[in-house]
C-alpha cells in the first residue's frame, strides 16, 4: 500500500487519510468530496496603535526643556518606534484543509506551519487522483 505522506501529525495512504487532532481521526479517502482549503488570517493589531500614538502626543505636548528630559523623550521615542515595528508583524496564518465527509463539512487538518500543510495537500491530491484511476 503506497504513502503519499507521513508527518508527526498526518497519514496519508491509497485508502485512509488519519490525522492527529484532539483524538486520531481517519476519513476514507473514498469518502472525501469537495475537498477545499481554508486561509485564515492571524488576529488584528491594529488597535494598539492608537494607544501608541496617544502616548507619542503626549510626550509632543510635553515641553523638552533641560538635557536630561531631551534625553528622557528620545529614548521614548526609541521605545514607540520599536514597539510598532514589533506590532507591524504580522500574526501568523492559520490554514484549514476541508472536505465533505458522509455529507457534513469537516476540517481534515490544520497548521501554522505553510510548508507543513501544502505536504499535507498534496499528499491528499495524489491519494485523491489515485483513488480516481482506481475506482
Not at 476514507?28 to 494607544?51: D, N, Q, T, W, Y
Not at 476540517?107 to 499528499?123: A, I, N
Request: contains cysteine.
Amino acid at each position: 500500500m503506497p504513502v503519499f505522506y507521513r508527518g508527526r501529525r498526518a497519514l496519508i495512504t491509497e485508502h485512509v487519510f488519519e490525522t492527529v487532532h484532539v483524538a486520531r481521526l481517519q476519513f476514507s479517502i473514498s469518502k472525501l468530496a469537495e475537498v477545499h482549503i481554508i486561509r485564515c488570517p492571524g488576529p488584528e493589531r491594529g488597535g494598539r496603535f492608537l494607544g501608541l500614538s496617544a502616548l507619542l502626543a503626549a510626550l509632543l505636548i510635553v515641553p523638552i526643556v533641560g538635557l536630561e528630559l531631551k534625553v528622557v523623550a528620545a529614548a521614548a521615542g526609541l521605545f514607540l518606534i520599536g514597539s510598532m515595528r514589533a506590532l507591524r508583524r504580522r500574526a501568523p496564518v492559520r490554514w484549514k484543509l476541508a472536505a465533505t465527509y458522509d455529507g457534513q463539512l469537516m476540517t481534515l487538518f490544520e497548521s501554522e506551519d505553510q510548508t507543513e500543510f501544502d505536504q499535507v495537500c498534496r499528499g491528499l491530491r495524489r491519494a485523491l487522483e489515485r483513488s480516481a484511476d482506481n475506482p
